[in-house]
């Protein structure tokens, strides 16, 4: 059975498209052109503008990312979750796994 389960999670695995790590965000901008609505009262600020932020081997980025491009990284995003969702379900079925082995050996 727990065999079975790690079967299923890499077939999963092998399926998953694109990734990419980061968290993706929203923020409204103010410029520095005197007069613009940005600065308005209320103020209709600039934006939304999305970014993508992550961290890879230490190091920490930001990109701007266009509108166009954000259905794609969104789903490159939740692909890379997923990813750590189905890595830490191997890892826990495959600790069982093991004890369950270790176990029926030292019982020979
Ligand atoms: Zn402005």
Known sequence: ML????GHIKTKLGRLGE?????????????SR???RCKANP???HGPYHQLSWTRKRKSRTRFIKESELRTVRTQ???YQRLQEL?????????ELCDIKRQLEREK
Do not use: F, H, M, Y
């Open 3 to 6: 065999e079975e389960r790690i």
């Open 19 to 31: 990734l990419r790590p980061g968290v993706l965000s929203e923020q409204l901008n103010v410029c």
């Open 34 to 36: 005197p007069g613009c």
């Open 43 to 45: 103020p209709q600020k």
């Open 77 to 79: 995003v939740t692909n």
């Open 87 to 95: 890595v830490d379900e191997w890892v826990d079925a495959s600790i």
